[in-house]
């Protein structure tokens, strides 16, 4: 026998929804029988349509496609509009739109480049929460922010990219705070490693493809990467499930954080 829909039409905004974890948690909360909002920028048109046909098919929820940068303030403010004016109402946001550039020193990084990914990893998470919170806190909603394991456990040669994630993590308690007035409740998810597009991208930009896969692989005491289903049924948690938690920070990690490894990067003295 099916289980009955978990969040049952609630109405969800997913941000960077064509792929990875985005895509996962977008069709997550469709088969759980929410209306789901999802954007990404123009070029991933074709993505979010195909996605949107796909599941308004299979159901038992609906999604809608909207194009959005979410670097750029107007689009995220329609974003909402959008949302609110097709359904009325905003149950849950779930920030998740971001990007892993390639690894760099911090002596190859510029300003610019870790400016603009502050704009896109962590700005856009503050705008677009400042923009959903006056519906959220009609329906006691909740919002949900994709941060990293890094933020917690620091990541070589990605500084600016750990300190966007760092940054999501604190500033998720900070709302926690701010919205409890409110009822609304303010959480986040840290993954780990976990097999999307844009991990597969940047493992076929190093000098061996598949051992950069096997060792994203072996990172995790469970001994594989996490999958999208799995980061789906993350943010449902947090969202249908969690009702007596804010402010916390859910390691999606297959336990990579835990016990001692090889990890040091002091150049041997031996001969």
Not at 12 to 35: A, E, H, L, Y
Not at 44 to 52: F, H, N, P, T, V
Not at 155 to 182: C, F, H, L, N, W
Not at 234 to 242: E, H, M
Request: net charge negative.
């Amino acid at each position: 026998m099916a289980c009955a829909p978990r969040y049952q039409n609630k109405v969800v905004i997913v941000t960077g929804g064509t792929r990875g974890i985005g895509r996962g948690i977008v069709k997550t909360f469709v088969q759980n029988g929410s209306k789901v909002v999802f954007c990404a920028p123009q070029t991933e048109m074709s993505a979010g349509q195909s996605l949107e046909s796909v599941l308004n098919k299979e159901g038992p929820g609906s999604c809608k496609f909207v194009s959005c940068d979410m670097r750029e303030e107007e689009d995220i403010k329609q974003l909402i509009n959008v949302t609110v004016e097709s359904f009325g109402q905003i149950d849950c946001l779930v920030n998740n739109v971001g990007w892993h550039p390639p690894h760099k020193t911090t002596d190859e990084t510029s300003g610019e480049e870790f400016k603009d990914l502050l704009n896109l990893n962590l700005i856009s998470f503050f705008l677009a929460s400042k923009y959903a919170l006056p519906y959220l806190r009609k329906t006691q909603g909740n919002i949900i922010n994709l941060s990293s394991l890094v933020a917690s456990i620091g990541q070589k040669d990605a500084a600016p990219y750990v300190a966007t994630k760092g940054a999501i993590t604190a500033m998720t308690k900070a709302m926690a705070v701010d919205e409890s007035r409110y009822q609304v409740r303010v959480n986040c998810i840290s993954p780990s490693n976990i097999m999307t597009p844009l991990w597969e991208e940047l493992a076929a930009n190093t000098e061996d493809t598949a051992a950069t896969i096997k060792g994203g692989e072996d990172a995790q005491l469970i001994g594989r990467m996490g999958t999208e289903a799995e980061s789906g049924l993350a943010a449902l948690f947090l969202a249908a499930d969690a009702t007596f938690c804010t402010g916390i920070d859910l390691f999606l990690s297959g336990g990579a954080e835990l016990n001692y490894g090889f990890k040091s990067q002091i150049p041997s003295l031996k001969k």
